[in-house]
């Protein structure tokens, strides 16, 4: 079962549940995909969804940090209560030895010998970290490594 039809199920199951927490994400995430796919007149891969996914769980955690700054509690746990939501249609994610792991297959991989090929290394990482691992922590741990 794809990503896509995952929430098509879990957004069946909300409503049977009279879920509305639950339902309101999930309406949203399918909404972003739909959104996607007329604006590029494409479908979308299992990857595509999987990165509108991991985009809105970025999104969420930047709104709740906004909301907490702001003293609104109440909306900076409504955004985090939407991350568990969203999360539990992400793979799990890899752990820190994982990362590593790849990270210097990537590398020895590509030949990588310095900064100016920290492209390369990203471009082979991506696909297998997408929605697995903060792309932002792993391009840190890659710069530890070339530099």
């Known amino acids: 079962m794809t990503l896509l039809e995952t929430l098509k199920e879990a957004q069946k199951d909300a409503m049977r549940a009279k879920d509305k927490l639950r339902l309101g994400t999930i309406r949203m995430t399918l909404a972003a995909v739909k959104q996607r796919e007329i604006d590029e007149r ?3 891969t299992e990857g595509d969804v999987l990165a509108i996914v991991t985009k809105m769980v970025k999104q969420r955690k930047d709104a709740a940090q906004q909301f907490a700054d702001a003293d609104r509690l109440d909306l900076a746990d409504k955004e985090l209560e939407e991350i568990v939501i969203l999360e539990s249609f992400l793979p799990q994610p890899l752990t820190p030895e994982e990362i590593d792991t790849l990270i210097a297959t990537a590398i020895s991989d590509t030949g ?3 900064m100016q090929d920290m492209g390369k290394v990203m471009g082979l990482l991506k696909p297998q970290l997408q929605g697995r691992a903060d792309m ?12």
């Open 112 to 114: 990588a010998a310095g």
């Open 136 to 147: 932002g922590k792993v391009s840190g741990l890659i710069k530890a490594k070339l530099g």
């Open 42 to 44: 494409i479908e979308l």
